[in-house]
Nanobody
Framework: QVQLVESGGGLVQAGGSLTLSCVVT????????TGWFRQAPGKEREFVAGIQWDGLSTRYQDSVKGRFTISRDNGKNTVYLLMNSLKSEDTGLYSC???????????WGPGTQVTVSS
């Protein structure tokens, strides 16, 4: 069973930066599409950023474009999310997602909390 474990969350002041990491174990992610999602209190989970298996194609939610950068290291089975210029509205539980080729299976980590104080 594929397992995803996120880390790097925490409390940061508005304007600050954090880097989240997602380590995937028990399977290589070299062919998986991976992404980050977040859920704020009382809201639905939303897409934040995604990256294709080869790392050449990325996409972002409009509100984070220019501030967040998603990347991956297939050799380390790890996906990263660099978050700059954080805003209070970025607060939420950030979860990593990995999808097998063809979208047959989707795996989630438990998440890491990001809190941005204004």
């Amino acid at each position: 069973q594929v397992q995803l474990v996120e880390s790097g969350g925490g409390l940061v002041q508005a304007g600050g930066s954090l880097t989240l990491s997602c380590v995937v174990t028990r399977r290589t992610i070299s062919r998986y599409t991976t992404g980050w999602f977040r859920q704020a209190p009382g809201k639905e989970r939303e897409f934040v950023a995604g990256i294709q298996w080869d790392g050449l194609s990325t996409r972002y939610q409009d509100s984070v474009k220019g501030r967040f950068t998603i990347s991956r290291d297939n050799g380390k089975n790890t996906v990263y999310l660099l978050m700059n210029s954080l805003k209070s509205e970025d607060t939420g539980l950030y979860s990593c997602n990995a999808v097998t080729p063809g979208g047959i299976r989707s795996y989630w980590g438990p998440g890491t909390q990001v809190t941005v104080s204004s």
